[in-house]
């Protein structure tokens, strides 16, 4: 069971918008900041969100991340089949004092 | 171009040990914190272990606590990770990044434990 609340999947077709969520706590999203990460089959993850709500150099806008309170979100619009992969949330726990990953979201482009 | 290269990893029996390296390129390596990450086959990711630019600051997850080490020899551009008393639930690959928060990451290195 994971300190930060991803749901397993997420499915959309070619050109439509899906979002993430990532459910936390005070002690991690309510107090230090989010990180988004991609990770496609075979390959190792990869930063797209840093501090809540900034993309990496690079990563197209089609990338968004939001933050409000204990919640953060994921949001990728013009869904493509490239974008088929695993997406993890992370933040560090002040009161666990470890970084901490959610489950991952499968994004799944029907 | 920022490179992050693991090596060490390999089978070894419960209750061994293993050495994990990172050699680290392309960036001023001793002003950043580095961290190890690992996998478990079809799992998500678990956070293992960081430490800060000097060496001075490390902070491990519960499950590896008094088994593993992370040092760092910013001479060389390197870090790394001892693992002991190896469990087959440390079976993983296992990955090196940048920073905490992981702003780069290597291609992972795997580590076996099974009798």
């Known amino acids: 069971q994971s300190v930060l609340t991803q749901p397993p999947s997420v499915s959309a077709a070619p050109g439509q918008k899906v979002t993430i969520s990532c459910s936390g706590s005070?002690?991690?999203?309510?107090?230090?900041?989010v990180f988004w990460y991609q990770q496609l089959p075979g390959s190792a993850p990869k930063l797209l969100i840093y501090?809540?709500?900034k993309g990496l150099s690079g990563i197209p806008d089609r990338f968004s991340g939001s933050k409000s309170g204990t919640s953060a979100t994921l949001g990728i619009t013009g869904l493509q089949t490239g974008d088929e992969a695993d997406y993890y949330c992370?933040?560090?726990?002040?009161?666990?004092?470890?970084?901490?990953f959610g489950i991952g979201t499968k994004v799944t482009v029907l | 171009e920022v490179q992050l290269v693991e090596s060490g990893g390999g089978l070894v029996q419960p209750g061994g040990s293993l050495r994990l390296s990172c050699a680290a390129s392309?960036?001023?390596?001793?002003?950043?914190?580095m961290s190890w990450v690992r996998q478990a086959p079809g799992k998500g990711l678990e956070w293992v272990a960081n430490?800060?630019?000097?060496?001075?600051?490390?902070f491990y997850v519960d499950s590896v606590k008094g088994r593993f080490t992370i040092s760092r020899d910013n001479a060389k551009n390197s870090v790394v990770l001892q693992m002991d008393s190896l469990r087959a639930e440390d079976t993983a690959l296992y990955y090196c990044?940048?920073?905490?928060?992981?702003?780069?990451w290597g291609q992972g290195t795997l580590v076996t434990v099974s009798s």
């Open positions: 005070t002690s991690n999203i309510g107090n230090n900041d």
């Open positions: 992370g933040a560090w726990d002040s009161d666990l004092s470890i970084y901490v």
């Open positions: 430490i800060n630019k000097d060496g001075s600051k490390k």
């Open positions: 501090e809540n709500n």
């Open positions: 392309g960036f001023t390596f001793s002003i950043y914190w």
């Open positions: 990044a940048r920073r905490t928060s992981g702003d780069y």
